[in-house]
Each structure stands twice: as C-alpha cells, then as structure tokens.
C-alpha cells in the first residue's frame, strides 16, 4: 500500500469516528487530526503550498472550535468523558507523525531552493499566457489546480464546522430520540 492510500484510510477512520462520537471535544480533536492527515496528503502529493494554507485553515478552525466547546461544556453538567476518540486521536496524531518524517527529509535543505520550475516560469511565462502580469499567469494558468485546490481547503472547512456546530442531530447519552 502506498503512503498515500495509507493517509487517505486514516483520514477515512477518523472521519467516520468524528461522525459516529457523541463527545464534542473529542469530535473537535478527531476533526483536527483528519486536517492534519489531509495536509500530510497534500505533502504526499507534492503540493507544499497547499499543505501550509490547510495547516493554517486547521489550526485557526481547531481553536476557533475548541473556544466554542470549551465555553459552551463550562455551563453543561460534568459528565464521564469518552476515552476512545481521545485515544484514537493521539494513535493517529502519532502515525501522522510517523509519516511527516520521511517527507520533510525529502525537501531540500534551508537555503537550497530548487529554481527548475521557477526558471521556467520567469523565462517564458509572460509568452506563454500572454498575461502582463505575471504573478496573475502563474497563479492562473499554470498553477490553477492549486488554486482550486485552495479554494476546495477553505470550502471543506468551512462545512466541517458547520457539521461540528450544528445545532439539530446530536443527542447526549440517554436522551430519548425524537423525530422532527
């Protein structure tokens, strides 16, 4: 298995753990760590840019979330705290971990940047999109799935925390089911 199919099962798992745990922290944290696998696929994938912007979107969501559960379980009665999303959550901040490694050993070292791509853009960008400026023609024409890609970063976490936050659908522990 590839490293990539092994991120996307991981992110599979704690997707589905995230839906499936009626502890909004943990469904918070496990949300969280799903970010975290996305941005090592992104890795995977080649596409550093787009690894920063969604380690950026994650860790402004994750705390943005975790203020709001935080305030909203202070004023609820303390109840037993569910232990396995936890527990799931740090196994697989650890395989992330794991596989963050080897990639970050791949990139070239600080101060060594690797000008192949961005010779070529500076030589012929402007005669090949005939575009006068040329960071527009970059970001456009050439890189134009990163930038969908970006936009597609920004959209999932914007419906991740609406799912998390949603008013209608989650149940405590005992509360009878009701049908709307």
Known sequence: MTDINVILMLMIVGSIIAVETRDMLSCVV????????QSLAFLVLKAPDLAIVQLVVEILSLVILLRVIIRKEASEPQHHPDYFPMLVG?????????????????????GQPVMRVAKEYIENGMKATGATNLVSAVILDFRAYDTLGEAVVLFTAVCGALI????????KKGEPETEA
């Not at 496990?30 to 696998?37: S, T």
């Not at 998390?164 to 149940?171: A, E, I, P, Q, S």
């Open 90 to 110: 740090i196994t697989l901040s650890l395989l992330a971990l794991l596989f963050v490694h080897p990639i970050l050993r791949e990139l070239p070292q600080f």
């Open 164 to 171: 998390v936050l949603r008013k209608t659908g989650r149940k």
């Open 30 to 37: 496990v949300v969280g760590v799903v970010g975290l696998f």
